[in-house]
């Protein structure tokens, strides 16, 4: 198909944009060839027209489906160009925040700028040993393909990681070096690993500065080789560097740092070690200060600091170098505040009392004097003198920067040659991988000779990058066997050949450099002439004489010549150097010396650990630029040599924003770095490669089903024939079809239009169905309605008919009451009217009357009032008057007395005159005031009594008035009241009546509830009697059940803690045993190392026996030891082995630490089992002994049917009785049911009595008379004196002979015997007897209470109206059959119990039986053929269940019992547990003969060879589990035989006869118990050895519902596959391998606990690893996947159904798997379905949850993604949840085991040795 046939309408297309480079728009119409321009819709909603260049034809790149968008590979992108590939990143790298994307061989990683956490160990267990395309891309997943091929193809392996600075690459390079540390380990040493990833921070902290664009940017290019030995594990790693950025050491732009360590010095100059280099602030030295950012924001150089001492120290560099590191760089730092004094003459000079300078001298050792002067000098050279030039300031200035400079190379020199010498392995290295962290293509506004190197060295890599691409490509071409042509893809050789060949810029530069006067401007003008017309890969600038241009593959870059040829030459004074080399600082000394002496030797032969640093001898100097090129040139030659793995870095912004991608600078970059080159070879051939199962699967919708052939690959070639019709566009292969770019496009638009239009035709046909159900339902309904309607019209118009003749017969009535009424009212009316027309006018008159005589009476006191104010007005002015003269006479009488008063005759005779007068005044106001009162009172009680007469009259009057008006209408209403009083004398006789016969039923009502009063007294008396007893029982209940709270919190903390300890306890115990390991190992290679003579011609001992000391504690006293293992403890003891003393330490600690957890944790187990203990105790009652054990069956059996008919007939008695729910009266049928029951076991317990005393004396008897000729009776002394005589008529002659043989004693016992167990089961009785009673009154109890509260509730129903009784009738009996039927659930469950208990018991009564039979058919048949044959011996013996063996046997018997045993073949034909037996009945031997030396010495042999055996072939499960079984045996063994009370309640009597009488075997207990947890470890691990690979195949990646998920093109990574249905694992082979270890231990007889356990650890194991691989695969995330995963996940529990593991805690282990199933298939749009999501996924973690959903990808066309604003709310809810940050799972994690206590009914005397053991030594005794 052509490309102009994809633009159609709808296609999507990218156009150029100068902001984002790339912007999407939509066609508006199809696009035909000749048209000019292209209608286009943009995102933003505009439309526009894109004109097309009539001459090129260039259509704009269209747009790939967004079903491809976010992929892994950028090469599974069916359309592969620039926009397509800046798109992709960008989707997975700011949607999905995901930092890694493969683009074919090549993993692009973009620096978050942001700490994420997806570098754990867990991720890193994750990824190892899996695909590189099954995983989500990751640095992990390269650095594991990279040790797979190594280990796999044997061939070296190594990782390019380039980019630009701030990239990310040192961080790439240090993580894929920590990946390999991770997964390999380490040979020999323990702490390889860890060294090799120590020297990162030395690195770092030496070659590491911050720039403009990154803060900690490598400022060298650096390749390590991480070596390995034939096991692929680390043994040591070199490092090589290249081109150190010399210059940073004196200068630094704006913004810069200085390397890191001037840095971290000056921050730790405070410490007392650095007093002596006087240092202080980073800002006081000249070197470190230019940048004026000595600061990084979050990082302390101080912390720093300390951590680059501690690479050192881990490195092995000691204090003291580290010191004389420490001081010289300080002396670089002092050297750079050495101020130079410009003179007359270009000289210059320094003042020999510089302070910097002498401190400079002091800690290089040298003298002050020569530094001072060769800093201003120097010595010139020719054939025939020697003299001595001063040299200006500035010359002065740049020797002293250049010797700076030449110091810190030697140093950054000699510590990479330390650190080689500390990583490098004694043993010879096997195989490699190297890792390249170099500089990325660089370009700057200024470029200069540093830039040049990078740039020149990136050519050279992508020139190899470009041929191993091609090559790749062709080799797939060809492995598929499709035809191929040369790919056309960019060769930079030419731009090589411009830099290095000869005539080049570098052999030109070295020429020039060999010049007396050469010099840049020379330089630059020979470029010009030689190779400006000759190389069209060189161009000079249009405005630059002094500058070139080179067109690199990434871009044109302009270099300025200012300053090459004095890089290029590096030329350091010679004299400086020797003052340097007669330093008396040794470290100095040995610096430049030595130094000296490694050039001189590669200048012979060529090195390559140093780039840029200057030779002191002219005569075989290298430039800059030849060692740079050498260096380059062995690089290329090793990377050739090897695989290699592609990492490009990009730089988002430069802005170091998290998540933030700038696309100019990202488009610049994937130019610069090859990434678009490799599309472009990939877009060039064949990029879309599928599988035939893939592409049929995909496209199966596009075939007829006749089309469908069973040849898969047949069907996809003819279906690609009928749709593509050219096949240059598509290739068939072996196993793969090869599609051209577009055509997968192609495809998956015919595939969505297939499906658009048959979910068109699908919607149209269920639409058609949909309307037509509707219309027939509306048809019907219509018919109905009509019907209906109808019918209610007709009955309407009847019922209007009725209406209409009932209206007129109402309205005649109507209207006649309606004419009497208001012909009344009238009437009435008129009345009324006339009594108040004429009321009126009588008032009106009164009213004239009264107003005429008030007139009168108003006028009088008017009048009166008024005359009285004219006198008052009149006699007021008089006074007036009056006063006036008065006053006027009054002041002429002052002036005269005035004048008489100043005579004093005068004034005694005034004042006597008035004394007088004021008496007589005096009295005359005093009678004035008598009078005044008597007026006052006089006048109060005439108006007093005028006011009474007033009112008076007026009461009079209207009194009157009333009864005039009274007597009006009472006229008036005389008639009606007559009437009225007939009437009311009438009723007032009925009322009499009435009143008569109420008060008679009032009586008799009163003296009824009286009674009932008084009954309801009686009877509330006596309920509060019970509810004051009910109080008190709910009270004591209430208590108990505090208590019971309080012991259940109790038990559950200690429980709790119990299983802390034992965690801690077991991971300690595996520290333990692994120490004890390395112990083991370093002391096999001590001996090795010792005596490699004697190994040669001595047979070495077993790994079993030859280091048992080592291997755990030794218990008791052993004395055989070795004469070997004392020659080698006494080698030991001459050898000093610190290690081995410091792993003895820990293991001593270790011990001492276990055998405390152990003591705890028996206290606890004892507790527990106590507690276990005294619950049994209460519940069990005696036992008695073997013999009788057949009695006591039939007899419980014949109790319990009989109690279980009395409890029916009980049940029936109290459900027939429901009239009164009490306690049985006395002479109630329930009471005499009780009563008969009682004495008919009271009989037929009496009856038992005598016949089992009968039955007992009679057995004791036989055995009596068996036991008569045995050495029993001889060892019994049988006193028969205060046996009374027994005296019969009958049998008085065998009397006498009875009691010689002791039988009548025998039978004594045996009855007193009786009679304790006869007591003991009445006790039991009684005690069952009273529990049933206690429950039928509780029963009653329940019956009364339910009586009352029915009662109430009728009571309150009737109270209710009718329609709400009948509903509350209805709850209510709802209610009741409820809990009827919870009730009789719960009877059905106790009943199934105790049937399964029953049946149980059943069982074990007949295996009894049986036994008991065929111990009675052998005692028979011995009986008859003594019978026949009395001369013969008997030959049946009694065993006593030990083993007899000789001393010194216990080494054969281990070797024939435990190493030379086969699981296999023990499980099938022997009993479970049989090496256990055989092994505890040997040490019953031992214990009879109270040899502890034999004991110790069987014990620890077993112990010894049973971890010699799972050491060596620990990973074969049979075999663990094998081991587990029997050593858990052996444990229970030592606990049930050790005497223990706790233990022998388990027993019989027979079994606790052969308990052990002289050992305490405690410890030993506890050392297999800890054995028994070591093989449980080593079990999980060998399981999960097998499970792992079965895990991710089953659980995701097969496909057990066959088309529910879609296939999706993957890209170059995924390997096709021949026949992927025949080899793949599923689910049932999961299960078949779980049932297969299910059955392995069930036959090897392992406790059912510790299977549960086992079986709980391998679900969590399925769940850990299905969860952590769901969340590193971006393609496993999808609907369809969830469906699936929760489809295995029910296989999985119906095994558990299957198997009866249900209640193992398995289940609860798959919930976070099944919550993320969940996850994947919920709507995940709203808030509600966010907090439906919070509320469902409480297994998982926050971080978990996240990246489900951000990694979520549709599988079809018809699902969603997940936007980022529901992302962002799922976290707003979550993030106040407190849990682990966490992302993956622990899958290592191993829960702690519990090895519970079970005894065993297997008798040790009847347990036979087969002879297939070869165990002949051993007798049974």
Not at 200 to 209: C, F, R, S
Not at 347 to 375: Q, T
Not at 1478 to 1492: G, P, S
């Amino acid at each position: 198909m052509a490309d102009s046939e994809l633009y159609t309408k709808h296609a999507r297309v990218w156009l150029p944009d100068p902001v984002q480079v790339w912007k999407s728009a939509k066609l508006l119409r199809d696009y035909s060839p000749g048209d000019q321009t292209l209608c286009l819709l943009l995102d933003d909603g505009n439309e526009m027209e894109y004109k097309i260049d009539p001459q090129t034809n260039n259509l704009p790149p269209l747009r790939n489906p967004n079903i491809l968008v976010g992929e892994n590979d950028l090469t599974a992108l069916s359309y592969l160009n620039e926009p397509a590939v800046l798109h992709n990143i960008k989707v997975r790298f700011i949607d999905s925040k995901l930092i890694y994307t493969y683009c074919g061989i090549v993993l692009v990683a973009v620096n978050p700028y942001e700490n994420l956490p997806i570098y754990e160990a867990d991720i890193i267990h994750a990824y190892s040993g899996q695909n590189m395309a099954d995983m989500d891309p990751h640095i992990f997943a390269v650095a594991e393909e990279a040790y797979k091929q190594m280990a796999r193809d044997q061939q070296n392996q190594s990782i390019i990681v380039s980019g630009e600075s701030g990239a990310g690459k040192t961080v790439s390079a240090k993580y894929a070096m920590r990946y390999f540390a991770t997964v390999s380990g380490a040979s020999g040493e323990a702490d390889i690993e860890e060294r090799v990833l120590a020297s990162n921070p030395i690195m770092e902290a030496l070659g590491n500065a911050k720039t403009t664009r990154n803060d900690n940017s490598s400022r060298f290019g650096k390749y390590v080789e991480i070596g390995f030995d034939k096991k692929h594990r680390i043994i040591g790693a070199h490092m090589r560097t290249y081109l150190l950025e010399k210059s940073r050491v004196v200068f630094q732009a704006h913004g810069e740092r200085n390397y890191h360590i001037f840095y971290q010095l000056c921050a730790s100059s405070h410490l007392p070690e650095f007093k002596t280099f006087k240092l202080g602030d980073a800002n006081d030295f000249h070197y470190i200060n230019q940048g004026h950012n000595p600061v990084i924001d979050g990082v302390d150089d101080a912390k720093a600091m300390c951590n680059t001492r501690r690479s050192f120290s881990q490195l092995g560099i000691g204090e003291s170098n580290q010191m004389e590191i420490y001081q010289i760089l300080a002396a670089i730092l002092h050297l750079s505040n050495v101020e130079v004094k410009a003179h007359a003459g270009d000289r210059s000079s320094i003042l020999p009392d510089n302070a910097h300078l002498v401190v400079f001298c002091e800690l290089m050792g040298v003298s002050c004097e020569k530094m001072a002067h060769w800093l201003c000098h120097r010595k010139l050279q020719t054939t025939t003198e020697t003299y001595i030039k001063g040299l200006s300031k500035t010359n002065a200035v740049n020797g002293r920067d250049a010797l700076a400079k030449h110091i810190y190379s030697r140093l950054f020199r000699w510590i990479v040659a330390c650190v080689n010498n500390v990583l490098k392995s004694a043993v010879k290295q096997h195989s490699f991988i190297g890792v390249l962290d170099i500089y990325g293509f660089e370009t700057f506004d200024s470029n200069s000779f540093e830039q040049f190197c990078i740039n020149y060295a990136n050519e050279k890599l992508q020139q190899q990058f470009n041929l191993h691409v091609f090559k790749l490509e062709q080799e797939e071409y060809m492995e598929e066997e499709i035809p191929w042509t040369l790919i056309d893809f960019y060769d930079n050789q030419p731009c090589i050949n411009l830099i290095e060949a000869k005539l080049g810029i570098l052999d030109l530069l070295d020429e020039e450099c060999k010049m007396p006067k050469g010099s840049d401007g020379t330089w630059c003008q020979k470029m010009y002439n030689t190779l400006l017309k000759q190389n069209a890969h060189f161009d000079k600038p249009k405005l630059s004489n002094r500058a070139f241009i080179i067109q690199h593959f990434a871009d044109k870059v302009e270099y300025q010549c200012d300053g090459f040829l004095e890089k290029n030459k590096d030329t350091v004074n010679e004299e400086q150097i020797h003052v340097l080399q007669n330093s008396k600082f040794d470290f100095s000394q040995k610096l430049f010396v030595e130094s000296e002496k490694a050039t001189s030797s590669t200048n012979k032969s060529t090195t390559s650990n140093m780039g840029r640093f200057g030779l002191s001898q002219r005569g075989n100097r290298k430039t800059v630029g030849l060692q740079f090129r050498q260096s380059l040139h062995l690089l290329m030659d090793t990377l050739n040599a090897t695989s290699p793995h592609y990492v490009r870095c990009i730089k988002p912004n430069d802005h170091k924003v998290p998540f933030s991608l700038d696309p100019l600078r990202a488009v610049q970059q994937l130019r610069a770095c090859g990434i678009l080159e490799t599309i472009r070879i990939s877009s060039a051939g064949f990029p879309s490669r599928w599988t035939y199962q893939e592409f049929f699967c995909r496209y199966r919708v596009l075939m007829k089903q006749k089309d469908v052939l069973p040849n898969r690959k047949l069907s996809c070639q003819n279906l690609l024939k009928k749709l593509i019709q050219d096949q240059n566009l598509y290739q068939f292969g072996k196993n793969k079809i090869f599609f051209r770019a577009g055509q997968v496009a192609y495809l998956e638009k015919l595939r969505s239009e297939l499906l658009r239009r048959a979910c068109v035709s699908i919607q149209k046909t269920i639409r058609c169905w949909l309307a037509r159900k509707k219309y027939l339902r509306m048809k019907q309904s219509a018919i109905t309605l009509q019907k209906h309607v109808r019918g209610h019209q007709a009955r309407r118009y009847a019922h209007f008919l009725r209406r209409t003749k009932a209206a007129v017969v109402i309205q005649r009535n109507v209207r006649m009451w309606v004419a009497r009424m208001r012909y009344r009212k009238l009437r009435s009316a008129c009345v009324v009217i006339q009594c108040f027309f004429r009321a009126y006018v009588a008032r009106k008159l009164y009213y004239k009357i009264l107003y005429e005589q008030k007139a009168l009476v108003i006028q009088k006191w008017v009048k009166g009032w008024l005359a009285r104010q004219h006198y008052q007005r009149t006699r007021a002015n008089i006074i007036m008057l009056q006063s006036c003269v008065r006053r006027m006479l009054a002041k002429k009488e002052l002036k005269k007395l005035k004048i008489e008063a100043r005579s004093v005759e005068h004034f005694k005779n005034l004042s006597v005159g008035m004394e007088k007068k004021i008496m007589q005044l005096q009295l005359k106001i005093d009678e004035q005031h008598r009078d005044v009162r008597e007026l006052n009172e006089r006048l109060n009680a005439a108006a007093k009594t005028q006011d009474t007469e007033r009112e008076r009259h007026c009461k009079e009057l209207e009194n009157l008035q009333r009864s005039e008006q009274k007597a009006k209408t009472k006229a008036e209403a005389l008639p009606s009241l007559m009437e009225q009083l007939s009437f009311l004398q009438q009723e007032l006789e009925n009322t009499r009546n009435q009143k008569e016969v109420l008060e008679d039923q009032n009586n008799v009502y009163k003296e009824q509830t009286q009674q009932v009063v008084e009954e309801l007294n009686m009877k509330n008396s006596l309920l509060d009697e019970e509810k004051k007893n009910h109080h008190k029982l709910i009270l004591e209940q209430k208590q108990q059940l505090t208590e019971i709270k309080v012991l259940v919190e109790n038990t559950e903390k200690l429980q709790e803690e119990l299983i802390e300890e034992r965690s801690r306890y077991q991971t300690l115990l595996s520290e333990h045993l692994h120490l004890q390991e390395l112990h083991k190992d370093l002391k096999e290679e001590l001996e090795l190392r010792l005596s490699p003579s004697k190994s040669l011609h001595k047979r070495s001992e077993s790994n079993d026996t030859s280091n048992s000391t080592e291997c755990s504690p030794t218990i008791g006293s052993t004395t055989g030891q070795d004469s070997s293992q004392d020659n080698v403890n006494e080698s030991q003891s001459t050898v000093d082995l610190p290690l081995i003393l410091k792993l003895q330490r820990r293991v001593r600690e270790l011990e001492r630490d276990k055998q405390s957890l152990q003591r705890h944790l028996d206290e606890k187990e004892s507790q527990e089992e106590e507690a276990k203990d005294e619950e049994e105790e209460e519940i069990s009652v005696g036992r008695a002994e073997l013999d009788l054990e057949t009695l006591k069956r039939q007899e419980l059996e014949s109790e319990n049917k009989k109690l279980k008919q009395d409890l029916s007939e009980l049940r029936k008695s109290l459900t027939t009785e429901k009239s009164e729910l009490m306690p049985p009266a006395v002479g109630s049928t329930t009471y005499n049911v009780l009563l008969e029951q009682l004495n008919s076991s009271n009989e037929e317990l009496a009856m038992r009595k005598e016949e089992v005393l009968l039955l007992q004396s009679h057995i004791v008897r036989r055995e009596a008379m068996k036991y008569k000729d045995s050495g029993l009776a001889e060892g019994v002394s049988l006193d028969l004196s205060d046996v009374p005589s027994f005296q019969d008529v009958d049998r008085s002659t065998d009397i006498h002979t009875l009691n010689e043989d002791g039988e009548l004693w025998l039978a004594y016992e045996g009855l007193k015997e009786t009679n304790r167990v006869l007591e003991s089961q009445m006790q039991t009785l009684e005690r069952q007897h009273s529990a049933r009673y206690e429950k039928l009154l509780e029963e009653l109890n329940m019956l009364k209470e339910e009586k009352e509260q029915q009662q109430k509730r009728l009571t309150q129903i009737l109270l209710l109206p009718e329609d709400a009784r009948i509903e509350a009738g209805l709850e209510l009996e709802i209610t009741r059959l409820t809990k009827e039927n919870l009730e009789l659930m719960e009877q059905q469950d106790k009943q199934e119990k105790t049937i399964a208990s029953l049946k149980n018991d059943l069982q074990l009564y007949m295996k009894r039986v049986e036994e008991f039979e065929a111990h009675e058919r052998k005692t028979s048949i011995g009986k008859n053929y003594l019978g026949k044959a009395a001369s013969i011996p008997r030959k049946e013996r009694e065993y006593q269940g030990m083993l007899e063996y000789k001393e010194g046997e216990e080494s054969r018997l281990v070797e024939c019992l435990v190493l030379d045993l086969k699981a296999r073949g023990v499980a099938v034909r022997f009993l479970p547990g049989l090496p256990a037996y055989i092994i505890f009945m040997c040490l019953r031997y031992a214990d009879r003969l109270n040899d502890d030396q034999r004991a110790n010495t069987l014990l620890n042999s077993v112990l010894y060879s049973i971890k010699g055996v799972i050491k060596r072939r620990g990973k074969d499960f049979d075999v663990s589990s094998f081991w587990l079984s029997n050593t858990c045996r052996l444990l229970h063994c030592l606990k049930q035989y050790s005497g223990d009370e706790m233990f022998k309640m388990h027993n019989t009597v027979k079994q606790n006869e052969h308990c052990l009488t002289n050992f305490e075997l405690r410890e030993y207990q506890n050392v297999f118990a800890d054995l028994a947890v070591q093989i449980y470890r080593q079990l999980i691990k060998s399981m999960e050895d097998t499970l792992q690979p079965l895990i991710v195949s089953s659980m995701l990646e097969h496909e057990t519902i066959q088309g529910v998920l879609g296939s999706k093109p993957t890209g170059l990574r995924k390997k096709s596959t021949n026949s992927p249905e025949e080899d793949a694992v599923t689910v049932e082979v999961l299960l078949q391998q779980l049932g297969l270890w299910h059955t392995t231990m069930i036959k090897h007889g392992m406790d059912s606990g510790l299977i549960k356990q086992v079986v709980r650890q391998q679900f969590y194991v399925i769940c850990a690893v299905t969860i952590n691989h769901l969340l590193l695969r971006k393609d496993m995330c999808s609907w369809s996947k969830g469906l699936q995963i929760r489809y295995n996940v029910w296989q999985l529990e119906e095994w558990l159904g299957e198997r009866e593991l249900t209640d193992c805690g398995a289940k609860e282990m798959l919930e976070p798997l099944i919550q993320a199933a969940q996850l994947l298939q919920v709507t995940k749009k709203t808030e509600a379905d966010a907090q439906a999501i919070c509320k469902l996924c409480t297994g998982l973690t926050t971080a978990q949850i996240v990246k489900v959903l951000t990694l979520y990808t549709p599988v079809i066309e018809f699902e969603e993604r997940v936007t980022t604003t529901f992302i962002a709310t799922i976290k707003d809810i979550l993030k106040d949840r407190e849990e682990s940050s966490t992302l993956m799972m622990d899958a290592k994690k191993i829960f702690s085991v519990t090895i519970s206590f079970s005894p065993s009914s297997v008798a040790l005397e009847t347990i036979q040795i087969p002879a297939s053991l070869n165990l002949n030594f051993l007798n049974r005794i």
